[in-house]
């Protein structure tokens, strides 16, 4: 498209990076008396060894920052230019905490003689977003552009989620990839030979699975973090950045059989399978999942038995059951053999974990793994008062023996790593006591697990629990044990990590007027 | 031997059955009224419907305690004779609880006519224990009969725990198995054929594997739970129920491949090995960890390079990496390649964690699965106060810019499944803030995973911290995150199980008086 623009993340930006230092700094005078001309900043572009962009009249040095940005580097084909017409499409920067991390890289003002009613020129850029699609109203929005969409808990209670209710986790835009059978896979061995299939090749060619899973966002329930301990920087998702659906496509570690790849012995220097998607977002997962057995890792084609809508991978993605649905790369265009990691600052850097000491400003990015498999969850998607005459849910009464006006609660719990949940626990005061739910087996009629063969546990498991309604008092909270009986931390603050990823507290929910004891 | 005896965890039987039912009443006078026969009484033996006990002169019909009894059937041998005799062996039984539990089944006085001094012949038996190893002195005993010692906390600071003072589970007595090398393991295939290995195969036919590897008992550190929350039945463990060593043997699965199993591609109905020790002991572990070609399963006959101690399973124990100790069977004799789980009492009752709200009296055991992996744990071993011009650890004083009085913590973190520690936190006060931890390094001069490969993490990291005095107040707490960001629990009480299983909640240490600031 030979247009530029700087990626979601910069709006998260809460971050503090240390005060830029100029690589060559031409005279001594203060960044606001010292003059450059528009033909300088442009040899500050992306071949440069610093990195220039201005805004209205003010230039700034943004080399210490393209580390930091959340959004990878995709920042630097800004570099050299303005960025005004990238913010016009990436509305999500227009905001004050970004405006603050700018501000800190001012190192000038543009030459007069360069400016135009007191701006340089910014010059046009195409809207990559213009062809995304529509999306459900139903979905509740935290960015446009580009789309990033919860779930709303009332359609987090069937074990499948409506793939139009579906929550949307976008990096960039929407790639425009109309052809499906035409669509190119190209797989780059360890030895740098590459190997093309269409997906009409793997449709023809490979035997097809359906694998029941769950995809969650490491930022599911962040808010919860940041309203309970510190400011994280990232979209402030609720409990609906999680869903399930039914995924089918090919087993990759067929695909990459046939292309070549030895299953039973492979190069030991082999360590990690790297994704790229049509839009350049980038991550990988280590190689003995995607080889394993009984990973169940696809190259899928469809959801729910339609082809993948645009905004799921259309016309093919990566699932990789029961890791982070950041690994699961939609658009899928490339997979490489490799011996490290994804370069990527989404695998390198945002999805990560820091302890509740490191500060944004200055992590050591190395020193934390990036996210794979994720743990334990679980979170309240419905509290109702039930009258006792109104129990018309039988089962229910009879399991938790309602004789009196009661609360009735419903939610998820789900384990990455394939663990099963063997039991979800809640507490109608505070923590103080707690009743065990009732694990619903709707999931059980399509494989309990999600998994084609049993072996491993892909998808959620939602629970219901009714309290009696004198039991209630302060706030109901929800946590989950799976079967290596790892179980949610009681509160978020010694799990605070700048970032609000895996925020896996208990779920706490107050207590309404209508559910406290009359 | 001809002996019989009831195992040792009726001694720590808290538990509280339902009332006794007679299964046949001839009349209905009440206990104390009415009398039996000696020679009744034998009839009510192992093969009877019912079985009686006496002691003294009261008679006990114990049907309705044998499923609860913690040392499993084993109980059943004493079934038509007296108690006293074993109780004498397994004194651990000799305390109040234990009569509590029995008064529950009192049915009848033995008639008159076959006492002597007022009491029946009570027989004599065979010592079981007579043969046990000679235990290190410095051991922290928690039972003698049977050996349950575990390793003092300046013992758990080097990476490889020394032999001698490796923790001692035993849940009987220890075999007498003198020859190592004609000791036959029979493996039973799904057909039922048996195909029988000695020793002496094994290291003849099978390519040998060192595995660095910690052991923990699912009970490590229930004394804290019970501290912090309530009773709960079994050995009131510390920290020392847990230790590292390298185990050299040959792989499960090269054997079960040699037995006949086809690991590619095993029959669907194939779930689980059991594993039976020589003293009767049985366990499981589900099939796709035994075939993992990860999953580093050994039959292992040695122990940091010296054959097996008695205690630790001489001549032959499997070592299951990553799951709770109790599935590395020691004294090894029989693998069953099986549709179920080990029927034993150790996999279908004891260890298993039930949710806070189940009480001892009934729990419904099939509710919970058995313990295979264990959830992310860690300990502080050692706190010490250093002077400011003591720091003779240089490279702690840098990490930390330790330049005043400080007090220096120890310890260590473990996860199950073979995932890897990450990050260690400390807080020097009650859990409000939180310092990272150094990860101490020893462990990567002998391959820093313990796997022999590096695919998996099987061992312990140490770790390491120093807090300057003046941040101290409260209480010192740890708590470790695994590679799937599992993390430790706050505290014990949601967590808490009657059986005191798994407990991990912060380790917390009091501050002593010379770690506060003067």
Known sequence: MGIVFIAAGLAYGLLAPAPPVLAESPDELPPNQRLI??????????????YWVFRGDKVYDITDWVPNHPGGEVILRAAGGSLEPYWNIFTI??????????????????????????????????????????????????????????????????????????????HLWVPDLHEADSHRLTIELFDGE?????????????KEYSITATLQCSGNRRSHM?????????????????????????????????????LQDPDEDIKHLKFVGAEAYGASIPIDKAIDRHGDVLLAFSMNGQPLPRDHGFPLRVLVPGHVAARSVKWLSKI??????????????????????VRAS???????????????????????????????????????????????????????????????????????????????????KMGASGSPDDHRAWAWRQWRAAVPATQVSGKF??????????????????????????????????????????
Chains 1, 2 share one sequence.
């Open 93 to 170: 920067h227009q905001k004050q905490e970004v405006y603050d991390v700018l501000e800190q890289y001012f190192i000038a003002r543009i030459d007069p003689r360069d400016l135009v009613d007191g701006k340089a020129p910014t010059g046009q850029v195409e809207d990559p977003f213009k062809n995304d699609p529509i999306r459900d109203s139903a979905l509740i929005q935290h960015s446009e552009r580009p789309c990033n969409s919860e779930t709303p808990e009332s359609e987090l209670r069937s074990y499948i989620t409506p793939t139009e209710k579906f929550y949307v986790r976008n």
């Open 194 to 206: 590459e190997v093309v299939y269409t997906v009409a090749d793997l449709r023809k060619k490979f």
């Open 362 to 444: 200055h992590p050591d990015w190395d020193s934390a793994p990036a996210i794979q498999e994720t743990p334990v969850q679980s979170a309240i998607t419905s509290v109702r008062r039930v009258q006792a005459d109104q129990l018309l849910d039988s089962a229910l009464a009879r399991v938790y023996g309602l004789e009196e006006d009661s609360v009735v609660l419903e939610g998820y719990a789900f384990a990455g790593g394939g663990r099963h949940i063997v039991r979800v626990d809640i507490s109608p005061d505070r923590g103080h006591t707690w009743l065990q739910a009732q694990l619903q087996e709707d999931g059980a």
């Open 226 to 262: 940041t309203q309970a301990s510190r400011p994280t920087v990232g979209l402030q998702w609720g409990v609906g950045a999680i869903g399930t659906a039914t995924w089918t496509g090919v087993r990759l570690r067929d695909v990459l059989a046939d292309a070549g790849l030895d």
């Open 336 to 357: 490489v053999i490799s011996d490290e990691e994804s370069t990527s600052q989404w695998q390198r850097r945002d999805y990560k974990c820091f302890g509740p000491n």
């Open 37 to 50: 001309r528009l033909d300088e900043i442009h040899e500050h572009n992306r071949t440069a060894d610093t």
């Open 477 to 518: 909270c929800v946590k989950a044990t799976d079967d290596s009986y790892n179980v949610q931390p009681d509160t978020f603050e010694p799990t605070y990590n700048f970032r609000g990823n895996l925020a896996n507290a208990w779920h706490r929910v107050p207590v309404s007027r209508d559910d406290r004891p009359s």
